[in-house]
């Protein structure tokens, strides 16, 4: 997949909580969901609205594609249903064997000389 010259990927964007600009031009903002307003009822203005939606373990752009690449992962391992699973997600119970994945395909899409944010 063509990245559409963007230099920046966000592999696990949820509400881009990191980001000032959440609408960066440079940026290609990534996720394995996408949730509309409400979603959450305790904060009803947050969503997650992605570019594209992928997994990060096998993400479907070319080798040496972005410049910098921001990877907040999940940092649970519960599946349960707090504020905190719904905004950001979890880890199952294979997040060893999955963060090995995820980052050798994060690491196959950073330019030679880019920089990963994890």
Not at 58 to 72: A, E, H, R, T
Not at 82 to 88: A, D, L, Q, R, V
């Amino acid at each position: 997949m063509d990245n559409n010259d963007k230099y920046i990927l966000d592999v696990c964007c949820g509400g881009k909580m990191m980001w000032f600009d959440k609408n960066n031009k440079e940026a290609l903002f990534c996720d394995i969901r996408e949730c509309e307003k409400g979603h959450i009822e305790a904060c009803p203005n947050w969503e997650c609205k992605p570019d594209i939606i992928a997994d990060y373990k096998d993400l479907p752009f070319k080798d040496n594609s972005f410049k910098l690449i921001v990877w907040d992962i999940p940092h649970l391992i519960d599946q349960g249903t707090g504020i905190i699973n719904k905004k950001y997600g979890s880890l199952g119970n294979n997040w060893k064997e999955d963060t090995t994945k995820a980052f050798n395909s994060i690491w196959s899409k950073l330019d030679k000389h880019g920089t990963l944010i994890f």
